[in-house]
């Protein structure tokens, strides 16, 4: 599941996330942890511009500190960023940061990356916003140079260029999972070719099918043989039957009436599924985790 508190947009934020901080975020990962649930992820915005604030507000946790500050009081759950704007940064500030995550979370770390959507980003930063798709394809390539196993990695490219310096801690992990999120052709085409999973963004059920065996078709044309992993992001969740208005697109229920519909993203040919669940405090979200993780989770 994604985390929530540490990005606070209108789209799925609740309610009583805007009063939510630290201690909030420590208990929702150690009750993923506890209740078997494969990862937390965490957002990436550097700065979010007025026109846009409104609706995405402009509470995004950096992050790499958020997901080792989780790291810490965790022992077992993966941590994912999802999804890191890589192209904001440097490939190789990238890897010391996420490589060093990686090291002290004893190689937990998957390494979800996007293009970005935000222009004034790439503009204050001093990146070309209209290049990103570019930007991103070669800095996944150079990644997979620096969070190699070789302390000096090595990397020519048209943008990144580098060779001879050494970065220590490696990361824990001899292969660092970079999955591509995004539901666009270029972005499905990057995670075909250069991905070892994919996260779609906003994709119904009914169009899952069609993206999946796009994505197997690229990959196949591309002669790369890789296994990769397909995620999916769910409908809201409620587990049980609630008593407040959760919304109508939300499924609620029984837990094998959940698992039964949960059940056909499997049929599809996803591996993961991310989930969100309605609540109205920490309490309801992690009471909700924990419902899911001993109830449904099992019947999947």
Request: proline letters at 6%; one cysteine or more.
């Amino acid at each position: 599941m994604q985390l929530p508190v540490q990005s606070q947009s209108t789209m799925y934020a609740e309610a009583w996330e805007a009063d939510a901080g630290p201690g909030d975020l420590v208990e929702i990962a150690r009750t993923a942890d506890r209740s078997g649930f494969d990862y937390v992820a965490s957002c990436d915005h550097v700065a979010i511009p007025r026109r846009l604030a409104a609706a995405m507000s402009t509470v995004w946790y950096d992050p790499v500190a958020t997901l080792g500050f989780l790291a810490g009081v965790t022992e077992r759950v993966r941590l994912l960023s999802h999804v890191a704007v890589v192209g904001l940064r440097h490939p190789l500030l990238t890897a010391k940061q996420y490589a060093t995550l990686d090291h002290l979370s004893g190689g937990r770390l998957i390494l979800g990356v996007g293009a970005g959507h935000v222009q004034e980003e790439f503009e204050v930063l001093g990146v070309d916003f209209e290049r990103r798709g570019a930007v991103l394809d070669e800095c996944v390539d150079a990644l997979r140079a620096a969070l190699g196993s070789d302390e000096f990695p090595t990397h020519h490219g048209k943008l990144y260029d580098f060779e001879g310096l050494g970065q220590l801690p490696r990361p824990a992990q001899e292969r660092v999972p970079v999955w591509v999120g995004g539901s666009s052709p270029a972005a499905v085409r990057r995670a075909a070719v250069r991905g070892d999973g994919w996260l779609p963004q906003g994709d119904p059920r009914d169009r899952l099918p069609e993206q999946i065996a796009r994505v197997r078709r690229l990959r196949e044309e591309a002669g790369v043989s890789d296994p990769l992993t397909v995620g999916a992001i769910t409908e809201p969740l409620y587990v049980g039957e609630p008593g407040w208005s959760v919304g109508r697109r939300t499924l609620t229920g029984a837990p094998e009436a959940l698992a039964e519909s949960l059940r056909a993203y499997r049929a599809m040919g996803v591996h993961q599924i991310q989930v969100r669940f309605r609540s109205r405090s920490r309490t309801e979200l992690t009471d909700q985790m924990a419902a899911f993780g001993a109830e449904v989770a099992p019947l999947l």
